[in-house]
């Protein structure tokens, strides 16, 4: 209640900001760039002939000229070196802006006037293909135009969309094979903490695609890049200011085949899981810590003070749903020109899963052949009920066209609430029928001051500067296991009993916060030549972080009362944690697992020095090197009231020189072809470093972090060749090959793990790996065909990009040292990467048509199949199979103010499934999804 008061009060003082402005006269705006490169032009003088009124481009190159009376105007550009620019025919309508996008050229090259007619462009696609083929490096993106016409509710899905790109797991990002290790990213240029606790990546599911402006997934390095990074730096970019009064609301409801008005588990939480936050409900109980254990029946109190809720209860799924309100301006404040929006959106929704799990166990025949022989066989019913609110809010203000100040915030918040219930056969014979409830809570928060200033005393240099404080929460609190085994569930005389066990009758208590700060500047200077734009950049950043990750294992032991009456262990959970059963038979103790939680920082400092030249018409080289300066280290804390002083700690510290080179060749005005080779490097997860222990909940195999872990080290070679036939069109084809110098991977091993040794899966680094890929990608109008089959196809336009990958890992001997008995051999001697896709494959159908205010698209997306976990042993390796999705999306405008937009998700309802040995080790079905929405827009 008072989030939603809250975000009202905002949204009415922002509406006040608007009113009492003069909305009768028009403005004049646009953009000016250089014909030769794309750059941004600074100072250019833009009149109306005939009268006073005119502005200056900034150093963005943008202009306004405001309080222009309506009507049609001519526009005269004028800049030293560059042939005036006149544009005739420029229409102001009142109280609107008319925008305009112009190129001037070097009078060496256009000696006389240049007269065009005005024209309006706002083609977000086209405008991201420009950004492409402008750009230093080998980029792709989606733009926030192609993310509205597609079903992409989050930056996961959107993301999917780019050249090379897959997401494992629905939130982590791998491009080009290359999981999300090898991968960064950034939010408006600035680095993210992260909310999940054992890893150091952003997971993509938690960021609302609404929100978004344009994701740019950048493939080679350039020296003003952050340096960890091979496949990809991802740069996700929020959503800025219109130039005029804009409010948008919309609501849209959705309907899962597998889900929506069946059967669905949950149970009671707290008042504000519609938003994704816990009030507290399951939060730990402060009065635990308060019974001191000297006190008689201590233990059986403290059990007392946690619910008594195991279970989930029946309820019928309602739809699904997702809301969101916008609102922007440009004003003037003090004279000048004061941009903001603010953007809030929130959702529901409601999921079912039937997992199905099957475990082999590796036989050998007489004949010395291996035999897979049928152990653990699960099905898993996933309940979850999931809720969450995101919002920006981004302020610009110019106090003069030289400077510009922004102050970019974002804050997203998501809770997932699941109940498992499970039933099967485990490898010791038992059937086991068991639940889990999990609450998971996660957040980001982002703050982004930043400036821009133009030096005219300084060779007209360019200075940027920003500061970025980023908050990562991950909350689980009060995870619940129970469950209940039978010899013979079959036979009455072999009912389901309770059996005690470190993984049963546990509560756990986790939480993670990740602070970041993080600053960088950064200073370009021109070479002061009017036909030529050469330019060298310099400058530096530092960033910090630190996480806290504190979790705490509470179990319910048996331990009868002398005298008490026998223990039925048959009961249901609830029935065996009543206080009556609880004061007779139970007691609470911390579990002692010492190193499940810990302490971690991150230090990096980097400096910079790169030049971007234009050697001549038709050569561009950016090159550079970058210093980088990274210590990264992490120390695991006992458990609470604890006597052990054992702890581990670790982690690797490193200085690096990462040179870059990237060339482009214009082989005309349309074609570009590139080459790029850097060296990168990618640090190692928290999951991977710190010796944690992380329980798989079906198959119940352990995995271990390795302190000993180095980071690795990449050399990228990249060659691509573009050609933009039009706007809005575009072809490419590249080739690309990293050779990665001490990769990570997870080896089967022995080690002690609570409960004794055991066989777990370990990270090592394993020598070297190589990568070799080719990408293609396309974008057409199928108008070239309306004269033979009718002009009907100018509506049709077709995208795609394809995406093949060969990797292999050289396992060097230190997976195979006698020496150390610990490590066991890989089955697989001869494998690519581990979560490396031989293909990703993207395809879109669209049908726009502009006069009846409607857009179609039917989006398809697949990819091969990769290693999801590695083999030892005989044992083969686990894959992830090939998953085919189609989309199909209507946008259609209704008339005035009012839009719908239809959409159906997963049509192919492809099966989600592992495999082993050609055998499914996992599988289950999303359902499709039916979707309508509205939005009303001023």
Same mark, same amino acid.
């Given at each position: 209640m008072y989030l939603r008061l809250l975000f009202v009060g905002v949204l009415l003082m922002l509406v006040s900001l608007t009113n009492g402005q003069d909305i009768e006269p028009g403005s004049i705006r646009g953009l000016i760039v250089d014909a030769e490169n794309g750059d941004a032009m600074i100072g250019v003088s833009v009149m109306l002939e005939g009268t006073q009124q005119g502005a200056a481009t900034d150093l963005d190159g943008n202009f306004q000229i405001r309080g222009v009376a309506p009507g049609s105007y001519t526009i005269i550009a004028n800049y030293i070196g560059y042939a005036k620019l006149t544009v005739t025919d420029v229409t102001v309508a009142a109280g609107q802006a008319a925008t305009l996008n112009l190129k001037m050229s070097p009078e060496a090259l256009q000696a006389d006037e240049v007269v065009i007619e005005a024209r309006r462009i706002d083609n977000t696609e086209a405008s991201l293909l420009q950004i492409q083929r402008k750009a230093a490096t080998v980029s792709n993106g989606v733009s926030a135009e192609q993310i509205k016409r597609s079903p992409d509710s989050d930056a996961a899905d959107a993301v999917k969309r780019v050249t090379g790109v897959t997401v494992v797991g629905d939130k982590y990002v791998f491009v080009r094979g290359m999981e999300e290790r090898y991968n960064n990213t950034?939010?408006?240029?600035?680095?993210?903490?992260?909310?999940?606790?054992?890893?150091?990546?952003?997971?993509?599911?938690?960021?609302?695609?609404?929100?978004?402006?344009?994701?740019? +997934?950048?493939?080679?390095?350039?020296?003003?890049?952050?340096?960890?990074?091979?496949?990809?730096?991802?740069?996700?970019?929020?959503?800025?200011?219109?130039?005029?009064?804009?409010?948008?609301?919309? #609501?849209?409801?959705?309907?899962?085949?597998?889900?929506?008005?069946?059967?669905? =588990?949950?149970?009671?939480?707290?008042?504000?899981?519609?938003?994704?936050?816990?009030?507290?409900?399951?939060?730990?109980?402060?009065?635990?810590?308060?019974?001191?254990?000297?006190?008689?029946?201590?233990?059986?109190?403290?059990?007392?003070?946690?619910?008594?809720?195991?279970?989930?209860?029946?309820?019928?799924?309602?739809?699904?749903?997702?809301?969101?309100?916008? %609102?922007?301006?440009?004003?003037?404040?003090?004279?000048?020109?004061?941009?903001?929006?603010?953007?809030?959106?929130?959702?529901?929704?409601?999921?079912?899963?039937?997992?199905?799990?099957?475990?082999?166990?590796?036989?050998?025949?007489?004949?010395?052949?291996?035999?897979?022989?049928?152990?653990?066989?699960?099905?898993?019913?996933?309940?979850?009920?999931?809720?969450?609110?995101?919002?920006?809010?981004?302020?610009?203000?110019?106090?003069?066209?030289?400077?510009?100040?922004?102050?970019?915030?974002?804050?997203?918040?998501?809770?997932?609430?699941?109940?498992?219930?499970?039933?099967?056969?485990?490898?010791? $014979?038992?059937?086991?029928?068991?639940?889990?409830l999990t609450w998971t809570e996660r957040s980001l928060l982002t703050f982004q001051p930043k400036g821009e200033h133009q030096l005219a005393s300084l060779r007209n240099s360019r200075v940027e500067w920003g500061l970025s404080i980023s908050k990562g929460t991950y909350d689980q609190p009060d995870r619940r296991d129970f469950y209940q085994a039978s010899r013979d569930p079959g036979n009455p005389d072999e009912p389901f009993i309770y059996g005690a066990n470190n993984d049963n009758s546990f509560r756990r208590f986790a939480k993670s916060r990740d602070d970041m700060l993080e600053g960088s500047l950064d200073w370009t200077m021109p070479l002061k030549r009017a036909d030529d734009q050469s330019k060298l950049k310099f400058g530096g950043m530092f960033r910090t972080m630190n996480r806290d990750f504190p979790t705490r294992k509470i179990r319910f032991a048996n331990a009868d009362v002398i005298g008490a009456d026998a223990l039925d262990p048959t009961l249901p959970a609830e029935v065996l944690f009543t206080e009556e059963n609880i004061l007779e038979h139970w007691i609470a103790t911390d579990l002692s697992v010492n190193l499940d939680s810990y302490t971690a920082d991150m230090k990096v400092g980097a400096g910079y020095l790169m030049a971007d030249m234009l050697l001549n018409k038709k050569?561009?080289? +950016?090159?550079?090197?970058? +210093?980088?300066?990274?210590?990264?280290?992490?120390?695991t804390e006992a458990f609470p009231g604890s006597d052990d002083a054992g702890y581990a700690e670790g982690g690797p510290s490193h200085t690096d020189l990462l040179p870059s080179l990237n060339l482009t060749y214009l082989l005309n005005e349309k074609t570009n072809l590139r080459f790029a080779a850097t060296r990168t490097i990618a640090n190692p997860d928290y999951l991977e470093l710190v010796p944690t222990e992380d329980r798989d909940y079906n198959s119940g195999s352990v995995k271990v972090g390795n302190p000993e872990l180095d980071y690795s080290k990449i050399i990228n070679v990249d060659l691509r060749a573009e050609l933009y036939p039009s706007i809005g069109e575009a072809a490419s084809v590249g080739l690309f090959y990293k050779q990665i110098q001490d990769p990570i991977e997870w080896v089967y091993t022995t080690e002690s793990v609570s409960g004794g040794n055991a066989v777990v899966r370990k990270?090592?680094? %394993?020598?070297?790996?190589?990568?070799? $890929?080719?990408?293609?990608?396309?974008?057409?109008? %199928?108008?070239?065909?309306?004269?033979?089959?009718?002009? *009907?196809?100018?509506?049709?336009?077709?995208?795609?990009?394809?995406?093949?990958?060969?990797?292999?890992?050289?396992?060097?001997?230190?997976?195979?040292?006698?020496?150390?008995?610990? #490590?066991?051999?890989?089955?697989?001697?001869?494998?690519?990467?581990?979560?490396?896709?031989?293909?990703?494959?993207?395809?879109?159908?669209?049908?726009?048509?502009?006069?009846?205010?409607?857009?179609?698209?039917? %989006?398809?997306?697949?990819?091969?199949?990769?290693?999801?976990?590695?083999?030892?042993? $005989?044992?083969?390796?686990?894959?992830?199979?090939?998953?085919?999705?189609?989309?199909?999306?209507?946008?259609?405008?209704?008339?005035?103010? *009012?839009?719908?937009?239809?959409?159906?998700?997963?049509?192919?309802?492809?099966?989600?499934?592992?495999?082993?040995?050609? #055998?499914?080790? =996992?599988?289950?079905?999303?359902?499709?999804?039916?979707?309508?929405?509205?939005?009303?827009?001023?």
């Open positions: 950034r939010l408006n240029g600035a680095s993210l903490a992260s909310p999940e606790p054992l890893k150091r990546v952003v997971p993509f599911d938690i960021i609302p695609a609404g929100l978004l402006n344009n994701i740019v +997934v950048s493939k080679t390095f350039t020296p003003d890049l952050p340096g960890d990074f091979s496949g990809g730096s991802v740069q996700l970019t929020t959503k800025e200011f219109p130039d005029k009064l804009t409010l948008s609301v919309s #609501q849209s409801v959705d309907v899962n085949e597998n889900t929506t008005f069946k059967e669905f =588990k949950t149970y009671h939480g707290g008042k504000t899981d519609w938003f994704g936050h816990d009030d507290g409900t399951r939060e730990f109980p402060e009065a635990y810590d308060a019974i001191s254990v000297d006190q008689e029946d201590a233990l059986r109190q403290r059990a007392l003070t946690f619910s008594n809720v195991w279970e989930g209860r029946p309820i019928t799924a309602p739809a699904s749903g997702s809301r969101s309100i916008a %609102l922007g301006n440009q004003v003037s404040l003090g004279g000048r020109p004061f941009g903001f929006l603010a953007t809030v959106t929130q959702s529901n929704s409601y999921s079912t899963k039937a997992e199905k799990y099957q475990e082999y166990n590796y036989v050998t025949l007489p004949d010395g052949s291996v035999f897979a022989e049928p152990s653990q066989n699960y099905l898993t019913n996933i309940y979850t009920k999931s809720g969450a609110i995101g919002g920006i809010l981004d302020l610009n203000y110019k106090p003069s066209p030289i400077h510009k100040f922004s102050i970019k915030s974002m804050y997203t918040l998501s809770g997932d609430d699941d109940v498992r219930e499970y039933t099967g056969e485990r490898t010791d $014979g038992d059937f086991v029928r068991g639940t889990r050569w561009r080289a +950016v090159f550079g090197a970058r +210093v980088e300066s990274t210590d990264q280290f992490f120390k990270p090592f680094n %394993l020598g070297d790996a190589n990568l070799l $890929g080719v990408e293609f990608e396309f974008s057409k109008s %199928l108008e070239f065909a309306s004269e033979k089959v009718g002009a *009907w196809t100018r509506f049709f336009s077709v995208q795609g990009n394809l995406t093949l990958v060969s990797s292999s890992v050289d396992l060097n001997a230190r997976v195979y040292d006698p020496a150390n008995p610990t #490590q066991t051999g890989l089955t697989s001697k001869d494998r690519p990467l581990m979560g490396q896709s031989e293909y990703v494959v993207n395809t879109t159908l669209s049908f726009d048509q502009p006069l009846w205010g409607t857009n179609m698209r039917l %989006l398809f997306n697949t990819f091969g199949k990769r290693i999801s976990e590695l083999g030892a042993s $005989g044992r083969a390796d686990t894959y992830e199979e090939p998953f085919d999705r189609m989309d199909f999306v209507v946008n259609q405008s209704l008339g005035g103010h *009012w839009s719908t937009k239809i959409q159906v998700k997963n049509l192919l309802d492809s099966k989600v499934e592992y495999s082993l040995d050609g #055998q499914s080790l =996992k599988s289950y079905k999303l359902g499709r999804s039916f979707s309508v929405g509205a939005t009303y827009s001023l």
